[in-house]
């Protein structure tokens, strides 16, 4: 069986860190993208970080570039997400994803994905 489940999220201060993962079991990563996504009430799922797990590529969307960090232990099949620099708007529902031939760009900017996990929720407050 097939499965992605997240872990890390919690409730952390404006200016605070968390490191989000996403173990993944049931399948190898071989010709996958691995992603994160957000979701908020009432908005659509965001993809803001993807990797290629063949080749190490990764695509970040604008607003987590230089704060946020994506990376790969193929040895533990885990997926790591390094939020610094936490904001109120980073207040979400995360979601990793694994997408199948599909580029860090494309999975991120088109939701693309073959299996999703449950999520897991990060809220910024003071």
């Known amino acids: 069986q097939r499965q992605l489940v997240e872990s890390g999220g919690g409730l952390v201060q404006p200016g605070g860190s968390l490191r989000l993962s996403c173990e993944f079991s049931?399948?190898?990563?071989?010709?996958?993208?691995i992603g994160w996504f957000r979701q908020t009430p009432g908005q659509g799922r965001e993809g803001i970080t993807c990797?290629?797990?063949?080749?190490?590529?990764?695509f970040y969307v604008d607003s987590v570039r230089g704060r946020f960090t994506i990376s790969k232990d193929s040895i533990k099949n885990t997926v790591y997400l390094q939020m610094d620099n936490l904001k109120p708007e980073d207040t979400a529902v995360y979601h990793c994803?694994?997408?199948?031939?599909?580029?860090?760009?494309?999975?991120?900017?088109?939701?693309?994905?073959?299996?999703w996990g449950q999520g897991t929720q990060v809220t910024v407050s003071s």
């Open positions: 994803a694994a997408a199948w031939l599909t580029t860090p760009a494309d999975m991120c900017i088109m939701t693309k994905s073959n299996y």
């Open positions: 049931g399948f190898t990563l071989d010709y996958y993208s």
């Open positions: 990797i290629s797990n063949n080749d190490g590529s990764t």
